[in-house]
C-alpha cells in the first residue's frame, strides 16, 4: 500500500506511573537500545511531570523527543494545580498531549477546553497530539464518525491554518484503551481517514487553501492495546502514521520491538518530513 509521506510516530504515554527514579531507569533502559537509524520513526517519550526534569536530561542530544501529558492554557496565575506551556518549555518538552479520553473522563475536560490549551501549545511552539474517540456506547449507536468530527472541529475551531501543519491526531476509541480490546485495524483506519478528511475540510473553511499544509501529510496515530503484536497491522494502514502507546510503553521491551515495528513503515515512506 502506498502511503502519502507521512512522519512516523511512536509515543509511549507513561500516564501516571513510575516515580522519578522508576522513570529514570526506564529511560535508559528505552534509551540503551535506540540508535540513530534513519529507518526510526519518530520517538517520544511522556512521562509524568514529576519525571520531565529527570528525563529530560537523559534525553538531551538523544534522537527521542519529550512529551507531556496535559497542561493548562494559561501562562501563569492563580490556578493551583496547573502547568503551563512555559514550565514544559523549561525542560524542553516537544509534544503535548491534548484532549486524552482519561482527562476528558475523570477531569471533566471539553471539546472547548481541548480548543484552548490547542490554541496555547501551537502559539508556544509546542506539538499537539490531539486526542478523540468514541465511547463504547456511542459506537454501538454508531456515533463514531459523528463524535470524533465534533472532537476534531471543536479543537480545531479557529486555528489559523499556517499551524495545521504542526499538529499531530490520534484516534483513541475509549473503549479500546487498557482494555486489551485492540480497535480491529481496518476499522481504525476507516475513522483515521474520516478525520483526514474533516481536517481537510477545516483548513480550506479557515481560509488554508494555497498556504503550506496538505491534510494527506498530516500525522494521525492509532492509540488503545497497542502492543507489538498487533501493530504492524495497524501500520500497514492507509492513515495510520504511527502509535500512541499506553501500558506497552511501560515495558522497554515491549515498547522497542514497537518502535523496531514501525521501522518498516518508515521505509515504505521513504522519508520522514522535519516539521
Ligand atoms: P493503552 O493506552 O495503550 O494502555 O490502551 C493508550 C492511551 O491511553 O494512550
Known amino acids: 500500500m502506498k502511503h502519502a509521506q507521512r512522519q512516523v510516530i511512536i509515543a509511549g504515554n507513561w500516564k501516571m506511573n513510575k516515580t522519578s527514579q522508576e522513570a529514570s531507569v526506564l529511560a535508559d533502559k528505552i534509551l540503551s537500545k535506540i540508535t540513530t537509524d534513519k529507518n526510526q520513526p519518530e520517538i517520544v517519550l511522556i512521562p509524568p511531570f514529576t519525571s520531565l526534569p529527570t528525563v529530560s536530561a537523559k534525553l538531551a542530544g538523544?534522537?527521542?523527543?519529550?512529551?507531556?501529558?496535559?497542561?493548562?492554557?494559561?501562562?501563569?496565575?492563580?490556578?493551583?494545580?496547573?502547568?503551563?506551556?512555559?514550565?514544559?518549555?523549561?525542560?524542553?518538552?516537544?509534544?503535548?498531549?491534548?484532549?486524552?479520553?482519561?482527562?476528558?473522563?475523570?477531569?471533566?475536560?471539553?471539546?472547548?477546553?481541548?480548543n484552548l490549551r490547542l490554541k496555547a501549545a501551537?502559539?508556544?511552539?509546542?506539538?499537539?497530539?490531539?486526542?478523540?474517540?468514541?465511547?463504547?456506547?456511542?459506537?454501538?449507536?454508531?456515533?463514531?464518525?459523528?463524535?470524533?468530527?465534533?472532537?476534531?472541529?471543536?479543537?480545531?475551531?479557529?486555528?489559523?491554518?499556517?499551524?495545521?501543519?504542526?499538529?499531530?491526531?490520534?484516534?483513541?476509541?475509549?473503549?479500546?484503551?487498557?482494555?486489551?480490546?485492540?480497535?480491529?485495524?481496518?476499522?481504525?483506519?476507516?475513522?483515521?481517514?474520516?478525520?483526514?478528511?474533516?481536517?481537510?475540510?477545516?483548513?480550506a473553511r479557515y481560509g488554508g487553501n494555497g498556504n503550506n499544509f496538505d491534510a494527506a501529510t498530516m500525522p494521525i496515530l492509532y492509540g488503545g492495546s497497542v502492543k507489538a503484536n498487533n501493530v504492524v497491522e495497524q501500520l500497514k494502514q492507509e492513515h495510520i502514521d504511527g502509535s500512541l502507546v499506553g501500558g506497552a510503553s511501560l515495558n522497554a521491551e515491549e515498547f522497542l520491538a514497537i518502535i523496531q515495528a514501525a521501522g518498516e513503515r518508515v521505509k515504505r515512506n521513504l522519508v520522514a518530513p522535519a516539521r
Request: hydrophobic share 45%; with cysteine; net charge negative.
Open 62 to 114: 538523544k534522537p527521542v523527543k519529550l512529551g507531556a501529558q496535559n497542561m493548562d492554557w494559561h501562562d501563569e496565575g492563580a490556578y493551583t494545580g496547573e502547568i503551563s506551556p512555559l514550565m514544559l518549555l523549561d525542560f524542553k518538552v516537544q509534544y503535548i498531549l491534548i484532549g486524552h479520553s482519561e482527562r476528558r473522563q475523570f477531569f471533566g475536560e471539553t471539546n472547548a477546553t481541548t
Open 122 to 203: 501551537l502559539a508556544h511552539g509546542l506539538l499537539p497530539i490531539l486526542c478523540v474517540g468514541e465511547l463504547l456506547d456511542e459506537r454501538e449507536a454508531d456515533l463514531t464518525d459523528a463524535v470524533v468530527g465534533r472532537q476534531v472541529g471543536a479543537a480545531l475551531t479557529d486555528i489559523d491554518p499556517a499551524l495545521f501543519a504542526k499538529v499531530t491526531i490520534a484516534y483513541e476509541p475509549v473503549w479500546a484503551i487498557g482494555t486489551g480490546n485492540i480497535c480491529e485495524a481496518a476499522a481504525a483506519n476507516r475513522v483515521c481517514g474520516v478525520i483526514r478528511k474533516t481536517v481537510s475540510a477545516l483548513y
